[in-house]
């Protein structure tokens, strides 16, 4: 039998069962702040106050959190923590050496990779939907070149949403992934 992510996944779960303690495991839902940042590991938010899972399941920082390729925002998570989880304050945590500002400066190496990986056809189709630029590429995936603009206009983008609330509080700060320390944006 090969071993895969599934086993991995499998043990760590039995090991995770064995370790917790269920009655400290988080089951209420989020309580007024949520926190928009990148899906890049690195991004700590510990860094902010939102605390980690400890080793025993229990965390208590009850933060909504949205994680998405630079730190954009996908419109139905906020629609959700906004209308439902109740969030009436949020967080955006742009941060340093981002993929998203990498996928800026080399997209020549994703346009090669989709030529290599997909059939004419499909990369047809994607030209179809997207166009077939690398700067209609570059506006698709949103990518920027300063953390702090990316913040600054993502902000500016919720807020220009047809069903954000305007006393909808929106903070913003970038993490520098080399030092942990946050700047605050706005
Ligand atoms: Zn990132």
Redesign the pocket.
Known sequence: MTHSWLDDIAAANRSFRDRIRPQRLMTDGPTGRGVI????P??NLAAVGVRAFGEDGFQDSHVAIIRT???RVDERSLLVAVFLADVTELLVL??T?????KAHDEVQKIRAQMEARLTPQALAAFHDEVGDSSDDLRSWIKTFTD?RTAVRDEIAHIRSLSFAPSDLLIHGAVYDVATGAVSIVT
């Open positions: 940042t990148c899906k890049d690195r991004v390729a630079g730190a742009g941060h050496d981002c993929g998203v500002k953390p």
